[in-house]
């Protein structure tokens, strides 16, 4: 097991986001967690990337617990994570933007050839290299989010609603390079609002409401059942 | 002509000051009221080594700004860094409490005479024309120029300049990526105070004279070439602080010099109504 969450609570002062979640993550896989807006889906990544701290429970990463971690420790671990929104650094080019992705990597050969296969992946940030990223559309931001994010060399990669507010081509076109980097070996947790989408390619999903896992199965499991299918996939 | 010279020179140094500033605020949202201190720091380093250690003017500068360095860094680590997660107000409190300490401080320990300083270099006149230029003055300009270049390289092409500007525009995006948020502000702060250390050593030898208050006037002029050029913004900074020294000399010349720093306070007051972000600042969009 690569990620297993136990007992997860988080709070943000007086609310409860986060609500003794249970879930796991094996190596290899895309795990989806879905849920509707306001769920926590996004705390718990917060927390998982060392950004907030859990009230209670624990993160177990790779055998050790990593919830008292500082960020930097984590990334240096293997997980790295594709913000909610994108999060691009504005004013840096996309090639600076990228670099900043493998801040803690310092194999210059290793980084050259992650470089090549990040430009192969995402041909048009290779050709908006030297353009500040704020330049980007919405659907190329996202693939320099994701980028910046491989540019770490993630054992596990986090992806907060990567689809959010894109326009359809974009959309499938995220969720292939998805798969795609599953199919390279890197594991995937992925958080989604677009639950059809996200269960399709996912080996395994959560369902997520207020805090609490309400249903876990395969994805596919999860698309064909009843109550999935009437609160997260309109009908 | 003349006042140009006198107005570069001093705008250097107000340029060297604002650097600072704007650095600061940049990554943590903070004004450094304790920044034109840190120049007087630099002055009086400047005035026990070339003094006691009989230090010659490049050794006093270089020394100056690893001393500064090393206060700005000491600094936010014991004053801003507790307070990061606290409403900004109280870090500026804490600011202005950090300037009131290092300032009688050094009256209490220094006592608050002017004192002169050492000129560790022979003043020579050159004339071109009507213009008057001293050996002085080249060396700020040139020396501020060249340290201007030198940071605009570093917060440009190094990594950990990168990362700078990483923090300044998303710290928690930042973290995603393993930058370590501490370390970065504690660049940025070594950064931006040996600016201003080697602003104090150079004004020591341009006005020949220094004492505990003299950061204030300077600190705020610097503040307000900030703001001018755009808050954040170390281009514009630079040329906020041409600005400034070019006007306060202006003012002088054409006779007005009890309004000179009026004039200053008047420009922030125009900036803040009319164009807010500076100079150099603009709106920035969000893209969808
Ligand atoms: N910074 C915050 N301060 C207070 N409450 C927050 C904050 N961020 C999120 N919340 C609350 O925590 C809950 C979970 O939010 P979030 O994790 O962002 O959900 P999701 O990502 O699933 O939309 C929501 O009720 C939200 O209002
Ligand atoms: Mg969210």
Sequence with gaps: MLLQVEDLSVNYGVIHAVKGVNFEVNEGEIVSLIGANGAGKTTILKTISGLMRPAGGKIVYDGHEIQKFKSQKIVAGGISQVPEGRRIFAGLTVMENLQMGAFLRKNRDALKKDYQEVFERFPVLQERKNQDAATLSGGEQQMLAMGRALMAKPKLLLMDEPSMGLAPIFINEIFDIIQAIKQQGTTVLLIEQNASKALSIADRGYVLATGNILMTGTGKELLANKDVQKAYLGG | ?288
């Design chain 2, 1 to 288: 002509m003349q006042q140009l010279v006198n107005g570069l020179s001093l705008g250097s140094i107000y340029a060297l000051l604002a650097l600072g500033y704007t650095m600061v605020y940049g990554i943590i949202k903070l004004i450094n009221f304790a920044h034109g201190d840190i120049y007087m720091l630099g002055a009086f380093w400047g005035y026990y080594v070339i003094n006691q250690l009989h230090f010659n003017f490049w050794l006093a500068l270089a020394s100056a700004m690893l001393f500064c360095a090393l206060v700005g860094v000491v600094i936010e680590y014991l004053a801003y860094r507790p307070l990061r997660n606290s409403p900004r107000i109280a870090a500026l409190i804490t600011a202005i409490g950090v300037s009131f300490l290092l300032e009688n401080g050094m009256a209490y320990m220094f006592s608050s005479n002017v004192r002169s300083f050492p000129q560790v270099m022979k003043v020579k006149q050159y004339h071109l024309g009507s213009v008057s230029i001293s050996n002085i003055q080249i060396l700020i300009l040139a020396v501020s120029i060249i340290l201007m270049i030198l940071l605009q390289l570093i917060v440009r092409k190094t990594k950990m300049g990168k990362a700078m500007r990483a923090v300044s525009v998303d710290p928690a995006a930042a973290q995603l990526i393993g930058i370590n948020i501490d370390r970065t502000i504690s660049f940025t702060f070594a950064l931006g105070s040996a600016m201003a250390g080697a602003a104090g050593v150079m004004i020591g030898l341009y006005y020949n004279s220094i004492d505990p208050l003299m950061g204030m006037t300077p600190g705020i002029k610097a503040f307000v070439a900030a703001v001018l050029g755009g808050i954040g913004l170390i281009p514009g900074a630079a040329i906020g602080g041409f600005v400034i020294g070019l006007l306060e000399t202006l003012m002088q010349a054409l006779g007005f010099s009890a309004f000179k720093d009026a004039a200053v306070y008047a420009v922030l007051i125009i900036i803040l109504l009319i164009r807010p972000a500076g100079i150099l600042g603009k709106k920035i969009k969000e893209k969808v």
